[in-house]
């Protein structure tokens, strides 16, 4: 009996440090999450910086946070496994880059909003999502931002790393997967590295 | 691929031969790596529907032609029209059509069972009636902090389970699917913006005043945001497709709020 009740208060015991470690891993990204706003914030508002350097200085910032090699990779699905190493790459460098463009022109719609975390979920031990308001002087825009944890850490990025992010509830990921895989039912790997270079 | 810049650093002076070896084998050791990730982030696409899509090649022809009457009448019109309307007036102009769209929102959230939705639009219609000006302010917003609760027809329908069905996109009025267009007509029925004699009164009873009041209203909205359809564009490999997930997950995402 007394081995049973040492087994329960274990478990017991257990649950709890594990829920104290992950609400500790949440409290942390959250606060790195937020730095990282403030300190993206602060080179937009920068006026002596051209819009090329702010850009470029916002991208290097946010770029340890991004998973875009993951995204990439998730982004193509099962046309991945057909890559030979040298397309591989350069898809990734393509992907990376349209990205990276991407978010640039997004930045330079800013107008003052301000970001609030108003929802973290953890759905499993190694995936954080933070449900944020972006608002502005008229609207709101939800924005979901994707954490996770690799099991190993990869140098020169964060532990935790965005590999997706939903606006008003549309993920890039999917979005890109959709429009990749139907690219792909009719034309080349070759085609899509094309029209991903036009967009750069 | 980090695998494969930290080979080429390190086997600089190695055989040409053997450090093509090298990139396959670790290439291949890289793509068993994938093969978890792809396991890992497996459930993150369980949901990912593959949307139905019947008419593709229809749609795919009218996408064409609505990015067209974009680019060439309703993208200069509305920078025109950018240009001589000030911003203020613009939202005014929006802030006025919201608002008289407000028995589709109010009939929808009630039928939805959303009651304080219900109760904070009708806040919001008689607050921005009166001390609004006709609508043409949003002091519900501004002043009193009440926000608006957007339903239509088709939420109401996805929300009691009702499937989108498959895909469409309408002449101008873009992405669509079978639930969401037949839901145009209930909707239709609860706008003040009408082309007939109705017994109830309605702000436009032709189809000259209909049309005029609802191109007002649609290059006022194209003015306002210009910016993020083309932003979208500018994501799009291939922009059919683009935009009919996008909406999918958008709508989606409505009806699960």
Redesign the interface.
């Known amino acids: 009996m007394r081995g049973l009740y040492k087994k329960i208060l274990l478990s017991f015991l257990v649950a709890f440090m594990a829920q104290n470690a992950a609400a500790n891993e949440q409290v942390q990204l959250q606060n790195r999450f937020l730095k990282k706003i403030d300190e993206v914030v602060l080179i937009v508002e920068d006026k002596k910086l051209s819009k090329d350097a702010r850009n470029r200085k916002i991208v290097k910032a946010l770029t340890p946070m991004f998973d875009f090699?993951?995204m990439a990779?998730?982004s193509l699905?099962g046309a991945?496994?057909g890559l030979?190493?040298e397309n591989?790459?350069k898809f990734?460098d393509l992907y990376v880059e349209r990205m990276k463009n991407?978010y640039s022109?997004?930045i330079d719609?800013y107008e003052g909003e301000k970001v609030k975390i108003k929802k973290i979920q953890q759905p499993k031990s190694d995936r954080i999502a933070f449900v944020t308001d972006l608002t502005g002087k008229?609207n709101k825009l939800e924005i979901v931002y994707k954490f996770?944890k690799p099991k190993t850490k990869?140098?020169n990025k964060d532990e935790w790393l965005i590999?997706?992010v939903e606006i008003?509830?549309?993920?890039i990921?999917?979005?890109d997967?959709?429009?990749?895989r139907?690219?792909l039912q009719t034309k080349s790997i070759y085609e899509?590295m094309d029209?991903?270079s036009k967009?750069l | 691929?980090?695998f494969?810049f930290v080979a080429g650093f390190t086997q600089c002076g190695a055989n040409p031969i053997d450090r093509q070896n090298e990139?396959?084998i670790?290439?291949e050791k890289e793509?068993d790596n994938?093969e978890n990730?792809?396991e890992e982030?497996a459930d993150?696409?369980e949901s990912?529907e593959k949307?139905s899509d019947p008419f593709a090649s229809y749609n795919r022809v009218m996408t064409r032609f609505n990015d067209g009457m974009y680019e060439c009448v309703l993208k200069p019109v509305g920078k025109r029209y950018d240009e001589a309307v000030s911003l203020q007036v613009k939202?005014s102009i929006r802030n006025f059509f919201n608002n008289i769209y407000f028995p589709v929102r109010f009939v929808n959230n009630l039928l939805q069972g959303k009651f304080s939705h219900t109760v904070q639009e009708t806040q919001r219609f008689v607050i921005n009636s009166t001390l609004g000006i006709l609508g043409f302010f949003d002091p519900a917003k501004s002043y009193f902090k009440i926000e608006a609760h957007e339903e239509d027809f088709g939420q109401t329908l996805g929300f009691y389970g009702i499937k989108g069905g498959p895909h469409i996109v309408l002449p101008l009025l873009g992405p669509s699917n079978l639930r969401d267009t037949i839901s145009l007509y209930p909707d239709a029925l609860l706008s003040p913006l009408d082309y007939t004699e109705q017994s109830y009164p309605t702000l436009t009873d032709t189809w000259a005043e209909f049309i005029a009041a609802k191109s007002l209203e649609e290059i006022n909205r194209i003015s306002l945001d210009m910016?993020n359809y083309e932003?979208m564009k500018?994501?799009?490999?291939?922009l059919y497709?683009?935009l009919?997930?996008?909406y999918e997950?958008?709508r989606?995402?409505?009806i699960?709020e």
């Open positions: 090699e993951l990779k998730l699905d991945w496994r030979s190493a591989a790459k990734i991407s022109a997004k719609a008229e996770y990869i140098p590999y997706d008003l509830g549309v993920s990921l999917k979005t997967r959709a429009q990749f139907e690219f899509l029209a991903l967009q | 691929m980090l494969i990139d396959r670790v290439f793509n994938i990730e792809f982030f993150e696409f990912e949307t939202e910016d932003k500018n994501d799009a490999v291939d497709p683009y009919r997930d996008a997950q958008y989606k995402k409505q699960e």
